[in-house]
């Protein structure tokens, strides 16, 4: 069984800055195409990031382009999201999910068979 466990949310002010890590055990990295979602309160969950497992380009939705940067760390067994320029809109609880490539038609979950507990980010002044 695959498990994701994320970390490194927060209560930050608007234009800060945070960094989520999605750790993956046991199997390697390499084996998984890992995507970040958020779920806004009274809202539905939406995609954020994907980063393929292999070669090509990661997929963003365009409400956080420019500002969030996915990025696999293999030594850590992990996948990273640096959130920069956070604005209020960005407040949710942010889950990882692992499948063996990104959806086909990203944001959607498509084939994102494992997923985290997801860890609480919040933009307030």
């Known amino acids: 069984q695959t498990h994701l466990v994320e970390s490194g949310g927060g209560l930050v002010p608007p234009g800060g800055s945070l960094r989520l890590s999605c750790h993956v055990s046991?199997?390697?990295?390499?084996?998984?195409?890992i995507a970040w979602f958020r779920q806004a309160p009274g809202k539905a969950r939406e995609g954020v990031a994907c980063v393929p497992n292999r070669l090509g380009r990661p997929n963003y939705v365009d409400s956080v382009k420019g500002r969030f940067t996915i990025s696999r760390d293999n030594d850590e067994n992990a996948v990273h999201l640096q959130m920069n320029s956070l604005e209020l809109e960005d407040t949710a609880i942010y889950y990882c999910?692992?499948?063996?490539?990104?959806?086909?038609?990203?944001?959607?979950?498509?084939?994102?068979?494992?997923w985290g507990s997801g860890t609480q980010v919040t933009v307030s002044s």
């Open positions: 046991p199997f390697p990295l390499d084996f998984f195409a």
């Open positions: 999910a692992a499948g063996g490539q990104c959806p086909r038609k990203f944001p959607s979950e498509e084939g994102m068979d494992y």
